[in-house]
């Protein structure tokens, strides 16, 4: 996800470290901040595999600053990766949060709406965070927001479902739109 969110931010425009940082913590951060020591060996291992490049500059004040910049291998590798998205990145909310932020960079309408049909798939397979009990250690039947006492797991179920039904009707609305564009 960190990976996906550097190349993504540097595709749209070269940054400077610290502004790369501020734009994926604005991304991410309020579930996993992002700490230099997490971002800067990010970095290091893009810029060896040839995805980005970086280049010094004066700095306004004091110290020069390092300004990055995405090298055509890094933006084939964004739109490789973006074309590629499934497990995590379609099940995970904040990874498919930073898919989405980027999708646009894919190249055309039938590439996007593949990407979001995975997600479709994903979303409209039966799912619940509460089973009964079932048998051979196999989770029963999916537990209903109205089956609990518990006004708090209702809460989550019900927050759960009409997140869901949210991005449903987005999800048929944008992939009408995206057909059309590509009829």
Same mark, same amino acid.
């Given at each position: 996800m960190l990976e996906l969110a550097i190349l993504g931010f540097l595709y749209e425009q070269d940054l400077h470290g610290y502004d790369l940082r501020r734009r994926v913590t604005h991304l991410t951060g309020h579930v996993?901040?992002?700490?230099?020591?997490?971002?800067? =060996? +990010?970095?290091?291992?893009?810029? *060896? /595999?040839?995805?980005?490049?970086?280049?010094?500059? $004066?700095?306004? *004040? +004091?110290?020069?600053?390092? @300004?990055?910049?995405? &090298?055509?291998?890094?933006?084939?590798?964004l739109r490789r990766r973006l074309a590629a998205t499934e497990g995590t990145a379609l099940t995970d909310e904040n990874h498919w949060f930073t898919v989405l932020a980027f999708l646009r960079?894919? =190249?055309? $309408?039938?590439?996007?709406? &593949? @990407?979001?049909? *995975?997600?479709? /798939? !994903?979303? &409209?397979?039966?799912?619940? !965070? !509460?089973?009964? =009990?079932? &048998?051979d250690g196999e989770p029963g039947l999916p537990l209903r927001a109205e089956d609990f006492p518990d006004p708090f797991r209702r809460g989550l179920l019900h927050i759960a479902r009409a997140t869901s039904q949210a991005e449903l009707s987005w999800l048929h609305s944008t992939l009408a739109e995206l057909d059309g564009a590509t009829a």
């Open positions: 996993r901040p992002i700490s230099d020591g997490t971002l800067y =060996p +990010a970095i290091k291992r893009l810029e *060896r /595999a040839g995805l980005l490049t970086r280049r010094t500059e $004066p700095g306004t *004040r +004091a110290a020069p600053r390092h @300004v990055l910049t995405l &090298t055509e291998a890094g933006r084939a590798e960079h894919l =190249p055309g $309408p039938a590439d996007q709406a &593949t @990407v979001l049909r *995975r997600r479709l /798939a !994903f979303l &409209t397979e039966p799912s619940s !965070f !509460f089973h009964e =009990p079932g &048998t």
